[in-house]
Structure formats: structure tokens, C-alpha cells
């Protein structure tokens, strides 16, 4: 190269988009309702589900309209979260570092609107935004009980850079 020859420089880093798809070991189970003149039934979890484990607790959650719920994750923890009230966006985020869809992101909705069962294994971060105009109730049945001396809850902001999801409302 001749002095007055410049090195070119080098590409911009590319921005790429994360890899969205099926977090290996996250399962999605549509839950059937049952209508009739007096209302209606809809079994969440059975003790002889194939997604059943153990049982630790069952626990009800609220979200108010617009508020997003993120980030959390358990080490130990395998949740079982159905939402029976409004209509939720719920992110997850596989941080498995044997995993083979590390750094992959899942979209899930349910609610009112598509009653599902979401199986979330240990190690996956995961939250919610609540899409519905009132409150949401979520209902989570995990297969330990809540540890108040020596919790599996390991958080991280919202809007942290760890985690390439933008919780913004889609309109248009």
C-alpha cells in the first residue's frame, strides 16, 4: 500500500434484529372453554397434565392497562402462567447459556381473547404488557412454593440493553 493510500474503514457494525421464535422447552398449551347457560369452565392445570411437574403454589397477579411487567427469571422455578382476565403481550427472553436458542425472543398473547397455559422453564427471562383497556389478572401456578428468606427471582429493568425487546404498543 502506497503512503498516500488510505486504510479503508471498516463496515459499520449491522444492527440485526434478535432471532424471534420457539425458546426450546417453552410450551404453549391452548386451553379449551366451556360455555353454557350458566357461564363457564376452563381447567388451567391437572396433576395429570404431561406439563405438571410439582406443585408449589398458586398465585393471582394484576397488571393495569399499559403497565409492562419485566424483567424476571428463575434459576430453580419452572412457572405455569395463564392470564384469565384482559389481554396480555408476554416476552421471553432464552439467557440459557447451554440452550440452543440462546439470545432467541418468544411473543406469546393470551387472555380473554386466546386462553393459553405457558410453561416457562428455569433460566428464561420473561414479562408481560397489558394490552387490555382495564386491568388483567394473571394466575401462576409455579412448582415450588415462594422462598421469602432465599427467593429464585433474579430481575432486571424493564427497558434494560441485556435484552433486545422493545415494549412499545404496536398500533397502525
Not at 387472555?111 to 397489558?130: A, M, N, S
Amino acid at each position: 500500500m502506497a503512503d498516500n493510500e488510505q486504510t479503508p474503514a471498516p463496515e459499520p457494525a449491522k444492527w440485526e434484529k434478535p432471532k424471534m421464535g420457539r425458546i426450546d422447552g417453552v410450551v404453549v398449551k391452548p386451553l379449551r372453554v366451556i360455555p353454557d347457560d350458566r357461564g363457564r369452565l376452563m381447567e388451567i392445570l391437572r396433576c395429570d397434565d404431561e406439563l405438571f411437574s410439582d406443585f408449589g403454589q398458586v398465585y393471582m397477579t394484576s397488571t393495569y392497562s399499559g403497565v409492562v411487567k419485566a424483567w424476571h427469571m428463575h434459576k430453580e422455578q419452572t412457572d405455569h402462567m395463564c392470564a384469565i382476565s384482559g389481554m396480555f403481550r408476554l416476552a421471553l427472553f432464552d439467557d440459557r447459556e447451554a440452550s440452543p436458542t440462546r439470545g432467541c425472543l418468544q411473543e406469546v398473547f393470551m387472555g380473554e381473547h386466546k386462553p393459553v397455559l405457558v410453561c416457562i422453564p428455569p433460566g428464561i427471562y420473561h414479562g408481560w404488557l397489558c394490552l387490555s383497556e382495564n386491568e388483567g389478572l394473571v394466575v401462576n401456578v409455579p412448582d415450588r412454593p415462594y422462598d421469602y428468606e432465599n427467593p429464585d427471582e433474579f430481575r432486571l429493568p424493564f427497558d434494560t440493553d441485556q435484552i433486545p425487546y422493545d415494549w412499545q404498543r404496536r398500533n397502525g
